[in-house]
């Protein structure tokens, strides 16, 4: 039920939306032109007059319009409506801190292996160090055969 109402609201603000486009028809002519508002509003709704401008006459743009203010409320409301421009630049800075944050966690786990095996290797028996070097010696022998005969 619960969905039900969902699309219909969804389709009221649809046609209400549809209802406000720019268009030939429109409430604008030469003598009363759209002005910073209505290009705000027609921007805005762009994505929908362009679905509905593919089955109708109804125009995207106001083509009376009092120019240069009609023209900075459309790309306004074109600039709410998707988004803008600085999304991008915000997500790139976030990518670069959360980098730089990790390149750190990186430098000090790094640090702190190193000096576990600094404290390991001066710490250890000298006589382990050849059974350790024997060990290593017949796996690396095991793996260059291995690679040689695939």
């Not at 604008?28 to 007059?49: S, V």
């Not at 991008?88 to 670069?96: D, E, T």
């Amino acid at each position: 039920m619960k969905k039900i109402w969902l699309t219909a609201g969804a389709l009221g603000l649809l046609a209400l939306a549809a209802g406000c486009a720019a268009g030939p028809q429109g409430p604008f002519d030469a003598q009363h032109p759209a002005g910073f508002w209505a290009g705000l509003w027609h921007g805005f709704i762009t994505w929908i007059t362009f679905v509905i401008s593919l089955f109708s006459s109804v125009k995207i743009y106001a083509a009376h319009n009092t120019g240069w203010p009609y023209d900075l409320g459309f790309i306004i409301g074109m600039a709410c409506w998707l988004g803008g421009g600085g999304g991008g630049s915000w997500r790139a800075s976030c990518k670069r801190r959360r980098d730089r944050e990790w390149e750190e966690v990186g430098r000090q786990v790094e640090a702190k292996l190193k000096r576990d095996l600094a404290a390991w290797a001066e710490a250890g028996d000298p006589a382990d160090w050849a059974d350790i070097e024997q060990k290593f010696e017949a796996k690396l022998r095991q793996k260059v055969k291995d690679w040689a005969q695939s």
